[in-house]
């Protein structure tokens, strides 16, 4: 079964800073990762998803991948406020995807004005 | 510009009781999910369904049942209500096309809270 682990936090960081959430999986035949957003009392929503090695950025948010170390970090540039939320890390059951996604806990992040 | 509703936001119902979920989505997805999210267990997928009539068993299926008549609709059962599945429960889906990895772009509905007494 894969797993997902995350650092449930609460991570706190002053506004402007960088957030940096972690991430690790035990499926190193895992090929893709996600992030989702959570506000508290929302439902997820995906912020952004990362496949290769290296770093992604859209935005002020940036996704690392090491799949060698099978690690993936989530990176926000400028935290504001409204950042404040638990971000969810995800890995398909499945190379098909359509057997749906496993998730981590979350990490609950804190943007301190 | 709701795209997957969930038919009832709170319930509450008796132990025992038959539970039914109800979840639509209007983007055309082959994809159905039903999640449930505890704090401290984070999001279990219960079971999914990849085209209608089609069902399959996810993490915790135990307690649970499905049912998929249409593309569009993926409905929950709780045969009879436990309290241990007092719970909010998340439905999700996705496309089966929309490039290499859109079939795990999960939209997620506003979730139902359940309480079963």
């Known amino acids: 079964q894969k797993e997902v682990e995350q650092n449930s936090g609460p991570l706190s960081v002053p506004e402007g800073a960088i957030a940096s959430l972690n991430c690790t999986y035990s499926d190193r035949g895992s090929q893709s990762f996600f992030w989702y957003r959570q506000y508290s009392g929302k439902s997820p929503e995906l912020i952004m998803f990362i496949y290769s090695n290296g770093d992604k950025e859209d935005g002020r948010f940036t996704a690392q991948l090491n799949k060698a170390s099978q690690y993936v970090s989530l990176l926000i540039r400028d935290s504001q406020p409204s950042d404040s939320a638990t971000y969810l890390c995800?890995?398909?059951?499945?190379?098909?995807?359509?057997?749906?996604?496993?998730f981590g806990k979350g990490t609950h992040l804190i943007i301190q004005p | 510009d709701v795209k997957v509703t969930q038919s009832s936001r709170y319930l509450v119902k008796r132990t025992g009781e038959k539970v039914f979920l109800e979840c639509v989505q209007d983007?055309?997805?082959?994809?159905m999910f039903w999640y449930r999210q505890d704090p401290g267990l984070g999001l279990r997928l219960i079971y999914f369904?990849?085209?209608?009539?089609?069902?399959e068993k996810g993490d915790i299926p135990e307690g649970y049942s499905v049912s998929r008549e249409k593309k569009e609709r993926f409905s929950l059962i709780l045969e009879s209500a436990s309290t241990n599945q007092t719970s909010m429960y998340l439905c999700?889906?996705?496309?089966?096309?929309?490039?290499?990895?859109?079939?795990?772009?999960?939209?997620f509905g506003a979730g139902s809270r359940l309480t079963v007494l």
């Open positions: 999700a889906s996705s496309p089966q096309t929309g490039g290499r990895f859109g079939a795990n772009v999960l939209t």
């Open positions: 983007m055309d997805h082959e994809n």
């Open positions: 369904s990849y085209d209608v009539k089609m069902k």
């Open positions: 995800a890995v398909p059951l499945s190379g098909g995807g359509a057997d749906g996604l496993t």
